[in-house]
């Protein structure tokens, strides 16, 4: 079992950055495929940036370019570092692992955290 905690969402003016954090406790998890995904208002939940196991990184076209994902093995942490942020990257931002390969299906995610806020004002 692994769990998942969020950190570091907060109000940011646009262009302004913010760095996300996903702590996982129970178990390394090193060796899984972690994503970090986004949910607006009033939309479903969609697919930003992952890493897998060997750190290779995978973004949605929306988010090139401006986030960068990162994982600290030591601290068992992912990290999503947000630049350029735009009023339209407001949502709940997600972390989730699996323990297989990168995918951008939610629903193949076996482990999810709480979220945390994002808000870019304009």
């Known amino acids: 079992q692994v769990q998942l905690v969020e950190s570091g969402g907060g109000l940011v003016q646009a262009g302004g950055s913010l760095r996300l954090s996903c702590a996982a406790s129970g178990r390394t998890f090193s060796s899984y495929t972690v994503g970090w995904f986004r949910q607006a208002p009033g939309k479903e939940r969609e697919f930003a940036a992952a890493?897998?196991?060997?750190?290779?990184?995978y973004y949605a076209d929306s988010v090139k370019g401006r986030f960068t994902i990162s994982r600290d093995i030591a601290k068992n942490t992912v990290y999503l570092q947000m630049n350029t942020l735009e009023p339209e990257d407001t949502a709940v931002y997600y972390c989730?692992?699996?323990?297989?390969?990168?995918?951008?299906?939610?629903?193949?995610?076996?482990?999810w955290g709480q979220g945390t806020q994002v808000t870019v004002s304009s």
């Open positions: 890493i897998s196991s060997t750190t290779a990184t």
């Open positions: 989730a692992a699996r323990a297989g390969g990168f995918v951008r299906t939610t629903s193949r995610y076996d482990y």
